[in-house]
T-cell receptor, first 111, second 114 residues
């Protein structure tokens, strides 16, 4: 079946470094992608989204890149902070259908 | 309310009992989703409601699971004859129209079947 997945289950970085979290998707019909952050014991929190007619979108300290040719999505976090430590999920969606999530990448930031 | 509210936050039940989990979505959001998350795992899609359309039930793992959404607002997820493998965090999310808009999640209900 079609699914969204992540390349690495864990990522460890030093405080102040830039982090890149990757995600591969297989459904070429997906037209909307979201990154979520989930801290321990909490529900996922929206970070940033991007539509399929874009290849880059920037937020505060975060950038999402979409490469539709190779069906690849990435989340870049600038100047990573200890508070960024969490599990990050990408999710895909087609209009009118449910969001489908990948398995998640655990980001650990050390001081 | 200001966000998605789920109740109870924790539920411990005996194997074989039925449980009901409640979700109050953000006011005005027409789309509502239920997911299940086992410890250390990703989010498993269960069911999706969009407006007055028939719900997408394709993620429900068995006929012991059902959900309804009354009046286009509050939703209840019911698990009948609970099993130990049903133990997980059940997450609800809502979005403005489900047509590519971002979904906002509640804090979840942690279900433990003993």
């Amino acid at each position: 079946g079609e699914s969204v997945g992540l390349h690495l289950p864990t990522l460890s970085v030093q405080e102040g470094d830039n982090s890149i979290i990757n995600c591969a998707y297989s459904n070429s019909a997906s037209d909307y992608f979201i990154w979520y952050k989930q801290e321990s014991g909490k529900g996922p929190q929206f970070i940033i989204d991007i539509r399929s007619n874009m290849d880059k979108r920037q937020g505060q300290r975060v950038t999402v890149l979409l490469n539709k040719t190779v069906k690849h999505l990435s989340l870049q976090i600038a100047a990573t902070q200890p508070g960024d430590s969490a599990v990050y999920f990408c999710a895909e969606n087609q209009a009118g259908t449910a969001l489908i999530f990948g398995k998640g990448t655990t980001l650990s930031v050390s001081s | 309310g200001a966000g998605v509210s789920q109740s109870p936050s924790n539920k411990v039940t005996e194997k074989g009992k039925d449980v009901e989990l409640r979700c109050d979505p953000i006011s005005g959001h027409t789309a509502l989703y239920w997911y299940r998350q086992s410890l250390g795992q990703g989010l498993e899609f269960l069911i999706y409601f969009q407006g007055n359309s028939a719900p997408d039930k394709s993620g429900l793992p068995s006929d012991r699971f059902s959900a309804e959404r009354t009046g286009g607002s509050v939703s209840t997820l019911t698990i009948q004859r609970t099993q130990q493998e049903d133990s997980a965090v059940y997450l609800c999310a809502s979005s403005l129209d489900g047509l590519g808009m971002s979904a906002f999640f509640g804090q979840g209900t942690r279900l433990t079947v003993v």
